[in-house]
């Protein structure tokens, strides 16, 4: 708690049990409330972000406004790095130890890969445009649905690479290949 102690432009109110304790800057407009549900969430800090993810589906954890705490983390993500950075030689022994990391040895390789990318495509169709587009998207309006926002995001990527036809584009993790499509079709 102690190192949260230093985030800037935001405040977090953290609330555990009868204890309340605020870190970050009064008087800003970046506020929220982060409830502690079980004190295993400070164990799976441990794992750094995933583990704080892990922690949330766990419901060890919740928040009154998570953008504006996703905000004010990506305000301190460079702040939170040199912290992660200067206590390495205590986390990762820790992490290690307790067997926290994923274990992404080759023998496990398969098992991983399945239980990730054979889900198939019923489950991806919950979340994701009828590109089915697996990664970010831009929004360039808050009207954009996200089908309009993946087809931003190819434009403005082959914009910027200036692509012109007959040159070649390797897109490594392609997924579905909309990117792909998109640039041989424009």
């Known amino acids: 708690m102690a190192a949260l102690k230093r985030t800037r ?4 109110e953290f609330v555990e049990g009868d204890r309340v304790t605020e870190v970050g800057e009064t008087g ?33 954890w919740d928040c009154d406004e998570m953008l504006t705490l996703t905000q004010i983390a990506g305000f301190n993500v460079d702040r939170f790095d040199r912290l992660k950075s200067r ?20 023998s496990r390789a ?3 890969i399945a239980a990730h990318y054979d889900l ?10 009828p590109s089915m587009t697996y990664s970010c998207a831009y929004f360039r309006s808050p009207h954009d649905s996200l089908e309009q926002a993946q087809q931003n995001k190819y434009e403005h990527i082959c914009r910027k690479l200036m692509l012109k036809p007959g040159e070649t584009l390797l897109d ?5 290949g909309g990117m792909l499509i998109y640039a041989a079709r424009e």
């Open 9 to 12: 432009h935001g405040s977090i």
């Open 28 to 60: 800003t407009q970046y506020r929220c409330r982060v409830t502690i549900n079980s004190p295993k969430v400070w164990r799976q800090l441990l794992r750094g972000s995933t583990g704080l993810a892990h922690a949330y589906s766990e419901g060890y």
């Open 87 to 106: 206590f390495a030689f205590v986390i990762r022994p820790a992490q290690r130890l307790t067997r926290m990391r994923p274990d992404n040895k080759r």
């Open 110 to 112: 398969r098992e991983q």
């Open 120 to 129: 198939g495509n019923d489950f991806f169709t919950l979340y994701l445009d």
């Open 172 to 176: 490594i993790g392609c997924g579905w």
